[in-house]
């Protein structure tokens, strides 16, 4: 592929996406696409696949190219593992999802399905080809996506942050199924990955895009990562031996009040057109307290995120009880899923695994006052705190940008930002870390540490070992669907 000159900027945004690009990446290149949140990295991903939008979406400049064709002539070439999985299931049973890129591009039957096992074996997918795709995890859902790609066999394999909400152990796997699948066919990968030391086994190029334009560094891993690691750490690049600042917490010996208690419950969903909930976990007992920070950690497909909703008041436990204190129900029913979602926005705000599925207005900062006028907050103070956190989560240029044509990083810190808005009790964080760069990540931390001084209270699912050791003052981890314990 080459790129001459070339620059996109989205017509919802104040700021290029990407701008005055030049570079060329031969066939069988391995590179590991970095930058700062925002600098363009999806962007120029989206390009590459073909799938940017048109001129009523944005502005082109300069020239992009796969095997000197406009990447729009050209789809096909290339296959592209999205940041967000739910935007990239297609069909509503794995097996078929899997094959139907396959199916696209008119390979046969016999041989699509030989390469839907082959896929998912490769991506340590092992579930039925009929299980429903509703019913996967975060997690289990980009390694279905990765799996689409890989049973393609495209010549250009574009992945952005594949590895964002797996475990450790299943970051390791899928690293190592998209090697398998490029000494198999000699295909091109750029991968787009904030955690610079998973994919250094792999890569032979690394390229960093300046988010003024331009790029930062170009060319072997050792060479940039070592000649540019200060200049790169400070523009915010996650860089190996260069970690960032972690905040300062007042951590008190004193016992904290509680604010929810989960009392051997279990927890699960209701599948479509199925009567009883399936159960994701069960056994579940722990509390949380003002002022502390519990981490949920363990493997995918574990019950996590079902366990975060469940506490959140927006699912019911399948059995057992959670209680809120009589500080939090605030006079309310102690079960917080009977609790209107009016009523429960200043008592526990919820941060979900897919930020956009939280966002209802048509601006950034219009978003930050939706929450603050259904609690009826006052105008001002309303006005003043969503400027605040504007400007405390690098989100103040992006003001009058549409919510939905952020970086995945900026969706994340706008998600967070949504939540703190109505300064709740209780926050509940499904993976708040994700996409972000080592400064925004600082920055996260560093509030989420004042919020915990001043005696709120944070539950974080996480697969982020950076934050558990951070801001966490417990660890409860889901180690299977019946098994989950207090491990610090």
């Not at 394999?157 to 899928?174: K, R, S, Y």
């Not at 709120?456 to 801001?471: L, S």
Request: contains cysteine.
């Amino acid at each position: 592929m080459t790129a001459s000159g070339w620059g996109w900027r989205h017509a919802g945004r104040r700021s290029h996406a990407v701008s005055g690009l030049d570079l060329r990446i031969e066939p069988g290149e391995r590179v590991l696409l970095l930058g700062p949140s925002g600098a363009g990295k999806s962007t120029l991903l989206a390009a590459l696949a073909g799938v940017l939008g048109g001129d009523d979406e944005g502005e082109e400049s300069g020239r992009l190219a796969i095997d000197g064709s406009d990447p729009r002539h050209s789809r096909g070439r290339a296959g592209l593992v999205l940041q967000d999985p739910d935007a990239q299931l297609v069909l509503a049973r794995i097996g078929d999802d899997v094959a139907f890129g396959c199916e696209n591009l008119g390979v046969p039957r016999e041989e699509t399905w030989r390469r839907v096992g082959e896929a998912l074996d490769s991506v340590g997918l092992d579930l039925p080809l009929d299980t429903p795709t509703s019913v996967l995890s975060g997690g289990q859902k980009q390694r279905l996506a990765l799996a689409g790609v890989l049973a393609m066999r495209p010549g250009l394999v574009l992945l952005d942050e594949p590895t964002a909400n797996l475990d450790p152990d299943g970051v390791i796997e899928v690293r190592d199924a998209v090697a398998r699948s490029l000494d198999r066919t000699g295909a091109t990968l750029i991968v787009v990955e904030h955690r610079v030391d998973v994919w250094l086994p792999v890569v032979d190029r690394v390229i960093v895009i300046d988010p003024a334009g331009g790029l930062l560094a170009d060319g072997p891993p050792e060479s940039v990562l070592t000649g540019h690691g200060e200049r790169l750490a400070a523009a915010g690049v996650w860089v190996p031996g260069w970690p960032p600042a972690a905040p300062v917490r007042r951590r008190d010996s004193v016992p904290a009040a509680s604010v929810l208690t989960v009392d051997d419950v279990a927890v699960g969903r209701t599948p479509f057109a199925a009567r009883r909930p399936e159960v994701a976990a069960s056994g579940i007992s722990f509390e949380v307290a003002a002022g502390r920070a519990l981490a949920l950690t363990g493997p995918n497909g574990s019950g996590k995120s079902t366990t975060a909703l469940t506490i959140a008041g927006l699912l019911a436990p399948v059995d057992g009880a959670v209680r809120a204190s009589r500080m939090l129900a605030d006079g309310l029913d102690p079960s917080p899923h009977r609790w209107r979602s009016r009523e429960l926005l200043p008592r526990i705000g919820t941060v979900f695994q897919d930020p956009e599925h939280q966002f209802l207005a048509p601006t950034v900062r219009t978003e930050l006052l939706v929450g603050p006028r259904a609690v009826r907050m006052d105008p001002a103070a309303a006005s003043a705190r969503a400027d605040s956190l504007l400007e405390r989560l690098r989100l103040s240029r992006l003001a009058e940008a549409n919510p939905f044509t952020l970086s995945g990083g900026e969706k994340r810190r706008l998600s967070v930002a949504t939540v703190l808005a109505t300064a709740p009790g209780l926050l509940v964080l499904d993976e708040p870390t994700f996409g972000q760069d080592a400064i925004t990540w600082a920055e996260l931390m560093a509030l989420l540490a004042e919020l915990l001084d001043q005696g709120t209270a944070v539950v974080a699912v996480t697969h982020d070992r950076h934050v558990v050791e951070a801001i966490a003052d417990t660890e409860y981890s889901f180690t299977s669907r019946s098994s989950a314990e207090v491990v610090r």
